[in-house]
């Protein structure tokens, strides 16, 4: 997989585009303006291919035109649709007014809405753009497993892995249940929320149990290659810094695409904390002019 730009020789492939910019969502919580101003200086960055698009939640849409100067580069997007799917044909619209390419939608199934229901009204929604990347949020209840079954080609799954309370965190045994299954069905997903840190750790300041980035990507790798849940869970309970960064290293180019191919990408609020975490377990390269900085 191949990155150009500043810096592309130091992004290991297991990483470009990565790390989806969830700045303004908690914890984050960045204002607008700057979530849209700290993304574009990003672009010039030695480590800009680590980067996939800027996620924001549908009502920010129509605040974006005078945050994006005639001349910039187009702004890519993932844009949230937490309560389901009524604002889409209202927000594909603004978009279209906007110097922004729309990259998917990610959209919850709301509560006690049925699998096939929902899907159904969610084609129905995409009539007009039925080539857009859908990420489905799989809710954490019993329509998980049926809904990652009926979930059509296409479209992504997505795992929300924790949140700014401990009950927002699932347990090993439940991701790797659900990463399973998508992965049984060719089902790609991308994850959200709760993955600070690249290895599995309890959270200092709050005492969550929070997964890693990398312990998810080598949990994939597994079951792409006959590993069952158990080995699953077990790998997303590593935490072990330098076993896990072993691990990832060792695994080779053709693994590595699979991976990358199932599990695409992942929200994060900050960019600069995970490569932090990359560079010091070794995994990331840092350029020998180092005022081009981390920013």
Known sequence: MDVGGPGAAL?????????????????GNAPLALAVRAYGARRRVWYAGLVGPL???ASALPRLAPLLPAGDPVLPLAVTFP????????????????????????VAVPEGAAPEAFLADLDAALEDAPDLEVCVEVPRDGRRLPLI???P????????????RAELYPGEAELAEGIAAAVAVGLP???TAGLHHAVRNTDAAHGFEQHGFLNLLLATDALLHGGTETEARALLAERDDDAVADHVADLTEARVRDARAA?????????????????????VGVPDHHHEGIA
């Open 11 to 27: 992004i290991p492939a297991f990483t470009v585009g990565l790390f989806d910019d969830a700045a303004v969502f908690p914890p």
């Open 153 to 164: 080609k296409g479209c992504k799954a997505k795992f929300r892995t924790g949140g700014v």
């Open 263 to 283: 599990f695409t990408s992942f929200g994060t609020c900050s960019i600069t904390e995970p490569l932090d975490e990359l560079i010091g377990l070794g995994l």
């Open 83 to 106: 309560d389901g799917l009524a604002g889409i044909p209202a927000a594909l619209g603004n978009a279209a007014l906007l110097p922004v390419e729309v990259r998917s939608l990610e």
């Open 55 to 57: 996620v924001l939640p």
């Open 149 to 151: 079954a009926a979930i």
């Open 189 to 191: 997903f991308k994850a």
